[in-house]
């Protein structure tokens, strides 16, 4: 791939991250566990603290990748290969943290991605101002996880061939 479409391609996934750790950050600094108990009738405290963990962990990893595309983008001349290293780590750490949380709180429901619909399913039933968050977030994370699932198996390879 040349420069300009990984330097693009950075750019894009740098907007992507500072508008989802803007969302994530506003969401968790104006709720808590009481609030979501409040707002959903029997909900569970340690289901809800499991989603909370999950979602304080995809914003760190959202907020160092940001970090990363932010210090990639400022070097001169752009190193292309360490572009290439950035965005294949935010494809590991923020879109499968995304997709698969550690613990399984949610995950991904491949089929529905077929219909149109919202693939993020819960092991229970959620807070809806959690679930209207991750909703809001999906089509972004589908739209990144499709511009760089290349790096999935190209980083790799490049990686195996220097060994």
């Not at 104006?30 to 499991?50: C, D, F, S, W």
Request: glycine letters at 4%.
């Amino acid at each position: 791939m040349g420069n300009s479409i990984v330097m693009s391609q950075t750019k894009q996934v740098e907007a992507f991250l500072q508008q989802t750790v803007k969302a994530i950050s506003d969401y968790l600094n104006e709720t808590t566990i009481t609030g979501l108990l409040h707002e959903q009738e029997g909900g569970r405290k340690a289901y809800y603290e499991q989603l909370f963990s999950n979602l304080r962990r995809l914003v760190v990893y959202c907020e160092e990748g940001l970090e990363a595309c932010r210090v990639v983008l400022s070097d001169e001349p752009f190193r292309k290969a360490a572009a290439e290293k950035v965005l294949y780590r935010i494809y590991h750490s923020c879109i499968s943290e995304f997709f698969a949380p550690k613990g399984d709180t949610w995950y991904e429901d491949s089929r529905s991605a077929y219909t149109g619909r919202n693939s993020i399913k819960f092991r229970q039933t959620p807070p809806s101002s959690f679930k209207n968050l991750l909703s809001s977030l999906e089509s972004g994370f589908q739209t990144i996880r499709e511009e760089l699932e290349f790096y999935e198996t190209d980083y790799r390879t490049k990686i195996i061939q220097s060994k």
